[in-house]
């Protein structure tokens, strides 16, 4: 339990009967010398008390957003290292997944960016439920890590799924989540993202149609992984940089070029997942092109520059660099060229034209190639949990 040591776990007690097997967890988190702060919904108290868990914990539990003191949802809120909702409930589940907050639980659990853990326990009837199902599905993708109940007999003396897990599991995950937590630490990651928009005239450009969610996702998973800084460097896209990320816009490939060389040689983790053009029209005009001033238009293309090929030309020993490959046709042909041309350590590659994956879908399917040769193929996820997959694989490259 190492990796308890001095971190700040809020655990939310909410109203089953496992509650009672919370107040055990709590007492071992606090022997291990996590900083334990319960917070306990108004059902929970009808299960076990405060005074039980405000002993286990040595803190004053919260329980009431108006009588408790009105900021601390707020402080706890940032200054979490870990949230562990346990037992879960439908309730909470349900609430959480449709941003309802109406008391101290839920308001603190809206305002941090800390890790989330769910630990479900109910009857089977409700644990399969399909909106219990899709709810759970919903905070999955959104980044929430649930522990699967156990199946065995229930409070109600049915059998079924919906046990509480054991505490060695529950302890083993809260353990794996905190060491996660370092995984990058003192990593510098720079990421690139989006489309990016070659000029033809002030209104018209050439441009593609990436979102920018796997750049965005890494960015956001990188900096949830622990690393010391992480830089996106985005063309243009609609999405909202993630809190903590040093953000730079940029619209053309000459532009993401400057931005990327300029800041290159202090990071040393580098994902271009960035769709960049590869051609822009040899000539800008100033002003906007009119219809009538010609029958045809030949728009003459220039080559951009290839920026991941001038980082590979350019990488330090202890640089790790990764390239994306969005491809139609001989996926891995094509992918373990650039994975060489460039002198890259690992290429995402990835067919767009296969279901669910591609630019506008929330989910990817991808095949990493490695430079020694080795290659995994992994299973249809969301951008957000294959930016995880893709950063812990990174985190043990050895450069
Ligand atoms: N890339 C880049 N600069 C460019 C074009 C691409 O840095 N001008 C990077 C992308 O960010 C990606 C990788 O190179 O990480 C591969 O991009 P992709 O478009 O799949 O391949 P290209 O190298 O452009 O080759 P092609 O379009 O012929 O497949």
């Not at 005074?51 to 402080?75: G, I, K, N």
């Amino acid at each position: 339990m190492d990796a308890c040591r001095g971190k700040k776990i809020v655990v939310g007690i909410c109203g089953g009967i496992a509650a009672y097997k919370a107040a055990y967890i709590v007492s071992k988190l606090a022997q291990s010398g996590a900083d334990v702060q319960v917070i306990m919904t108004r059902a929970a108290c009808r299960f076990v008390t405060p005074l039980t868990l405000e002993s286990l914990s040595h803190r004053r539990v919260f329980t009431d957003l108006f009588r408790d003191d009105p900021l601390a949802h707020v402080e706890l809120a940032h200054t979490a290292d870990l949230f562990v909702l346990m037992p879960a409930t439908y309730n909470i589940i349900g609430k959480l997944a449709h941003g309802i907050a109406d008391d101290f639980l839920t308001t603190t659990l809206a305002a941090t960016r800390a890790p989330v853990l769910v630990v479900p326990a109910m009857e089977s009837q409700m644990y399969t439920n399909p909106l219990l199902q899709e709810n759970r599905k919903r905070l999955s993708e959104l980044g929430y890590r649930f522990l699967e109940p156990e199946t065995g007999r229930l409070a109600s003396g049915r059998q079924g799924i919906g046990r509480f897990p054991s505490e060695e599991k529950i302890l083993q995950a809260i353990e794996e989540i905190l060491t996660e937590r370092s995984l990058l630490r003192g990593r510098r990651v720079l990421v690139t993202a989006g489309p990016t928009r070659e000029m033809l005239d002030p209104m018209r450009c050439i441009t593609n149609k990436s979102s920018g969610k796997m750049g965005y996702a890494l960015a956001e998973q990188a900096r949830d992984l622990g690393a010391e800084r992480v830089c996106l460097i985005s063309g243009p896209t609609q999405l909202e940089p993630p809190a903590g990320v040093e953000c730079v816009r940029v619209e053309s490939a000459q532009e993401m070029r400057d931005a990327v060389l300029e800041r290159f040689a202090e990071f040393d983790l580098i994902l271009m997942a960035a769709a960049v053009a590869d051609w822009r029209p040899k000539r800008a005009f100033a002003q906007k092109l009119k219809k009538s001033s010609a029958r045809e238009l030949t728009i003459v293309l220039e080559k951009t520059p290839d920026i991941l090929a001038e980082l590979g030309r350019r990488k330090k020993k202890d640089q790790i660099l990764v390239g994306f490959a969005a491809e139609t046709e001989k996926l891995l042909e094509h992918a373990r060229q650039k994975l060489k041309e460039k002198n890259l350590d690992l290429v995402v590659a990835n067919d767009i034209t296969a279901p669910g994956a591609g630019p506008e879908v929330e989910t990817n399917i991808v095949t990493l190639l490695y430079r020694d040769g080795r290659s995994e193929t992994l299973p249809c996820m969301t951008k957000r949990q294959l930016a995880r997959e893709i950063l812990h694989r990174i985190a043990s490259l050895k450069t």
